[in-house]
């Protein structure tokens, strides 16, 4: 805990602003980056766009609005993020070849807000990027996958200049009290109840996604599945026990928080994304740079392994 520069009440350590009087604590300030495709490709994957749920045109406004949250993108950073989107989704490593060419992704100045007074800047894009949320959603009328791949698409952008700046932690602060999700919620959305699965993979794949988020059950396994009833046994430390997916369910952490998670792995993603811009930035013995980047990077993608209710698919 830290105290306030203004009222010396005892603050969280990360606090940019103080619950008790509202005033903004000052920080080190931190270097701004420009956003690179070389920063976007590390931190998104090909398959990445199979399982953000928006259509095309929706996908491009999101990333073109909450990358201008708090200053104008230049046009080299456009032509970057350009660059990123035809290499991630036409030209991909082998590890993340797509089946097929998936053409253009471009974002262009229709994408972009506006912006007449770059004084209320913010106000005008989150107004914007939050009409076409609610757009989005409108005919869903309820939270599901869709908006946990969404949120986690905001997400991942806050990492590609290494800063989660004020104006981006204001915009998730709206989302999280526009669409708020409950344990409940969460639940229902990545494991509804049935009276039975279509097949063992279907149960199957129910399960795994709970089981990153129950403590003490990453290393479980599932055997002889009936997936018609919806009953499994699963093994752990040697121990089999006989189960169903709705009984599973109550072993889910009655204190989960949603947008909790995500922000732990902002965080998260921001630091090691911010040592690297810093490490690229740098002069030095290349080599050890670059073991150091690799190492930062690989540590990236271990962060974005495992996403709370989203599903890689492909296209």
């Given amino acids: 805990m830290k105290k306030c520069i203004s009222c010396g009440q005892e603050i969280d350590d990360g606090a940019v602003f103080c619950n008790?009087?509202?005033?903004?604590?000052?920080?080190?300030?931190?270097?701004?980056?420009?956003?690179?495709?070389?920063?976007?490709?590390?931190?998104?994957?090909?398959?990445?766009?199979?399982?953000?749920?928006?259509?095309?045109?929706?996908?491009l406004k999101f990333i073109a609005g909450f990358l201008s949250l708090s200053r104008e993108l230049s046009e080299n950073e456009t032509a970057e993020i350009n660059r990123a989107f035809d290499t991630l989704l036409n030209n991909a490593s082998e590890e993340y070849q797509l089946s097929e060419s998936r053409g253009k992704y471009a974002l262009s100045e229709e994408h972009f807000v506006k912006v007449d007074s770059e004084k209320f800047r913010y106000n005008f894009v989150s107004d914007s990027l939050i009409r076409t949320v609610?757009?989005?959603?409108?005919?869903?009328?309820?939270?599901?996958?869709?908006?946990?791949?969404?949120?986690?698409?905001?997400?991942?952008?806050?990492?590609?200049?290494?800063?989660?700046?004020?104006?981006?932690?204001?915009?998730?602060?709206?989302?999280?009290?526009?669409?708020?999700?409950?344990?409940?919620?969460?639940?229902?959305?990545?494991?509804?109840?049935?009276?039975?699965?279509?097949?063992?993979?279907?149960?199957?794949?129910?399960?795994?996604?709970?089981?990153?988020?129950?403590?003490?059950?990453?290393?479980?396994?599932?055997?002889?599945?009936?997936?018609?009833?919806?009953?499994?046994?699963?093994?752990?430390?040697?121990?089999?026990?006989?189960?169903?997916?709705?009984?599973?369910?109550?072993?889910?952490?009655?204190?989960?928080?949603?947008?909790?998670?995500?922000?732990?792995?902002?965080?998260?993603?921001?630091?090691?994304?911010?040592q690297i811009l810093t490490l690229e930035d740098s002069e030095g013995k290349y080599s050890e740079i670059a073991d150091k980047i690799a190492e930062l990077s690989r540590s990236e993608r271990e962060l974005t392994n495992d996403l709370a209710g989203f599903s890689y698919m492909k296209f």
């Fill in 134 to 274: 609610e757009q989005y959603y409108k005919s869903s009328g309820a939270v599901g996958t869709k908006h946990f791949g969404n949120v986690w698409l905001f997400a991942l952008l806050c990492a590609l200049d290494g800063n989660y700046s004020d104006e981006k932690q204001m915009f998730f602060a709206r989302l999280k009290n526009l669409y708020p999700v409950s344990r409940d919620a969460f639940l229902n959305a990545i494991a509804p109840r049935k009276n039975g699965y279509d097949n063992a993979a279907d149960l199957g794949n129910t399960v795994k996604r709970l089981l990153g988020y129950i403590p003490g059950m990453e290393k479980a396994k599932i055997f002889e599945q009936t997936y018609y009833y919806g009953t499994f046994t699963l093994e752990l430390d040697g121990n089999k026990t006989e189960t169903t997916v709705d009984e599973f369910k109550k072993l889910f952490p009655t204190d989960f928080d949603f947008y909790g998670i995500v922000e732990e792995k902002i965080k998260a993603l921001c630091e090691a994304e911010y």
């Fill in 20 to 59: 008790h009087c509202g005033t903004k604590q000052e920080g080190e300030a931190k270097k701004q980056f420009a956003v690179s495709s070389r920063a976007f490709c590390r931190i998104f994957r090909p398959s990445f766009f199979g399982g953000f749920q928006a259509s095309k045109d929706t996908l």
